[in-house]
C-alpha cells in the first residue's frame, strides 16, 4: 500500500479474511489493520464502507476478530468453540443492524444504515462467521500449514486437501524454503 502498511490478504470467505488481517501469530505478526483507518479501508475493500472509524471501533474489531479466531482454530482442531468466543461473536451479530439487499445485478448487499457504521459492518461478518462455524456453507475448517502462520481458513476445495491459508503468501514462501534446503 502507499502508506507503508502491509497488503490486505484476499479471501473468499469474509469470515476468515478478517482473521487474516493479523497474520504469522507464530512468527512476527504482522498487523494489517494498526489504525481506524487501515480498517475503514478493509472494510471498504469489502463492500463495507462505513462513515467514519474511531480508536474504539478498531479496538471492537480486534476483540471481533480475536474471537472469530479462536472459534475457527478450535473448529479446526474439532473441539468445541470457546465459549467466551462464541458470546462475543453473538453480541456483535446481534447489535450492528446492518440489513441483506437485492442489488440491481442479482447479488446480496449489506445496508448499514445511516450513518454507515463500523458496528453495522462488524455483525456482517459476525453473521458471516456464525454461518461459517454451525456449518451452514459447504466446506470445512483448516489450519495453515506454515508453522509461522497456523491461520484458520475456510477450505471449499473438492477434496477439503488446501494445506495453506493463502497459496500466494504462505504457500509460496513454504515451497521457496523447501526448494533453497534441497539445494542447500
Known amino acids: ?13 469474509l469470515a476468515t479474511t478478517f482473521t487474516g488481517t493479523l497474520t504469522e501469530r507464530r512468527g512476527t505478526p504482522v498487523e494489517r489493520i494498526p489504525t481506524p483507518q487501515r480498517l475503514a479501508d478493509w472494510l471498504s475493500e469489502r463492500h463495507l464502507a ?18 472469530i479466531h479462536a472459534a475457527a482454530t478450535a473448529g479446526a482442531l ?18 450492528g443492524g446492518a440489513v441483506p439487499v437485492l442489488s440491481t445485478d442479482g447479488r ?30 459447504p ?7 506454515s508453522p509461522t502462520c497456523r491461520a484458520a481458513f475456510f477450505d471449499t476445495s473438492r477434496g477439503r486437501t ?11 514462501h513454504e515451497k521457496k524454503a523447501r526448494l533453497k534446503a534441497r539445494r542447500g
Open 78 to 95: 474439532g473441539q468445541p468453540h470457546p465459549r467466551d468466543a462464541v458470546e462475543v461473536i453473538n453480541r456483535f451479530a446481534a447489535h
Open 1 to 13: 500500500m502507499s502508506d507503508g502498511a502491509p497488503e490486505f490478504r484476499v479471501g473468499s470467505v
Open 108 to 137: 446480496r448487499r449489506w445496508l448499514l444504515g445511516e450513518p454507515a457504521t463500523v458496528a453495522a459492518a462488524l455483525s456482517v461478518v459476525a453473521a458471516d462467521a456464525i454461518e461459517m462455524l454451525a456449518g451452514v456453507r
Open 162 to 172: 488446501r494445506r495453506w491459508c493463502d497459496m500466494n503468501t504462505c504457500g509460496n
Open 50 to 67: 462505513v462513515d467514519s472509524c474511531s480508536p474504539a471501533d478498531l479496538a471492537a474489531a480486534v476483540e471481533l476478530r480475536e474471537a
Open 139 to 145: 466446506g470445512a475448517l483448516a489450519l495453515c500449514a
